[in-house]
């Protein structure tokens, strides 16, 4: 079942303009009601957004308005400057990108090395590993992180942001060899052998060969790693208190507090959001990638 | 590779999922035969946190309630992720910039996606849908307050939510549908849909297979999102099953670790039981490797 996943993978992430000519004759163009109906689902995925958009850039007063008014109000960016001077938003930012940031890089650091072996030594070890990083990817996870939580207080670590990236590492590593393993499998293995022979040592010619050629399925696995954390809300809830707090946790708790802390909450969303849309529409390519080959989502 | 350079190779990958994966999980195993509480030492209770998770009518809602909304939310993404796959896998020079749109609520934090998604549907902000249902002559609906419409917005936001993973992955399956084939069956005169139900579909069986399974293990997991949709998730009987983890073991200073650990174990029985078949192909694959 997984093969049959990364089978189709290339054609998908490479699009039409690829695809053999006879593939693309044959066809056909989509019918203006499909465009129309795909049209306005994408206005249907937006509407969250753009609803919530207007409402943090109303006058408080005007924002809770029942009907709500659409028109002949003077807008205003009051929330993003509430946001800004009344919390510790700021923190809170530098602590979510740090986060995401710390556990990028160590997610790839011990997860490169790994999937490469995993996908080089084909053995039951191999596929016992392979299974236990599945069934931990399907974990509830507070099953790992209320002990996680016990034992951060015992070790005098709860707080802060390295324990809670170091727990990110270890909750997204499965999600991250299994990624990476099945980039590594499409590279031939005649390629490191051929390596080896010109005198690479086994991690010289991983950091000379395999890295290079690897580097769109490293950026796929660091962007996905990257998003997951910047996403996370029950580790980070569970883990943090007030020194590490992460924007998702903050924006938790001002909800259901008063008008202006929810539009503030709203501003929060809002500052959070236009980076990750651009970053799908920048690495739209890569995300496809990942999700038809990592075969396990995160 | 010699064994040596494998165990090198993964050994830190492995030190880490040990140390942060296995021995928290050896501890949730542990706290749900238990007594305990957090900082302190637990006494051996045998079951009994099992049977009274199992007792527990709370708890039984809250699994009707997660299985209900699960059955639902998968079923209506299997059918619309195929049609949209089947709509983008039409489109050529406009395919980037729909997926692009397509992936945004998939990216997004849950909590802020479903932040964003309940001020649609809240009378504080307008009660936008409300009055595009009052529009078409419908009654006022209480999102937040009324069960059924509850459940109705959580799975809504469910499906908007994890849409775009379930189109992606369906689409990359089309993908791999030998063109001959649909060739074939138009030469034999099938209809659109006769093609699509007997030849693509059965074709594609696997990755629809491995969709189901992954966005069931997901929503069974459902709880970021029921922060905003569902403040009174407990009150009005809307609670999924991790959100009653996290109310009886961790929040507001609740410690009946063993129960919700106890729970935990449960959910991980019922994922494995989910697995095997995955776990049994993956052991295939390696056998044929060697």
Redesign the interface.
Known sequence: MLETVDLSTRALTTGERDAPAKRRRRTKRAPLWVGILLALLCVLVLAPFIWMALSVTKPTDVAFANPPVLWGYQPTLQAFVDLWETTYFADYLVNTLAVAVISTILALIIGIPAAYALSRFPSYVSAILLVLALIFRALPRFAVVLPMYDISRALGIYDTTFALALALVAINQPFTIWLLRNFFAEIPPDLDEAAMIDGCTRIGMLRRVMIPLMGPGILTAGIFVFLFAFQEYLTALVLTDTGSKTVPVFIATQLGQTLPMLQQAGAASMLLTVPVILIAFIAQKYLVAGLSDGAVKG | ?K?R??WL??G???L??G???V???I??IQ?SLQNVH??TPGTFVGLSNFTAALTDPRFGRAVLFTVIITVISVAILLVLGYL?AT??N???V???V????????????????A???S??FD??????VN?VIAFFGGPKVLWFTDPVPNAILIIANTV?QMLP?AM??I??????VP?EL??AARIDGASAIQTHWNIIIPT?R??L??VTL?TI??V??I??SL??LS?QAQAIGNES??LY??SV??ANGAQQ?GL??AV??L??LL??VM?T???R???K??KV??
């Open positions: 590779m064994p350079e494998f190779l993964i830190p990958s492995v880490v999922m140390g942060l994966l021995l928290p999980l501890r949730t706290w957090y900082g949209v709509g983008v039409m489109l050529t406009s395919r980037p729909v997926l692009g749109i397509l992936l945004i609520s998939y990216v997004l934090p849950q909590l802020v996606g932040v964003a998604f001020w649609l009378d504080n902000f307008g009660g936008v009055h908007w993973f992606l992955i689409l990359a399956g089309l993908q791999g063109a649909r060739e594609i696997g990755v297979g491995f992954i293990m997901d069974l997991r709880f970021d922060i905003p403040p099953i991790m983890v996290y073991a961790f670790l919700g650990s935990n174990v959910t991980i994922i494995l697995l078949p995955f776990i192909g993956i052991f694959e390696a490797a060697r």
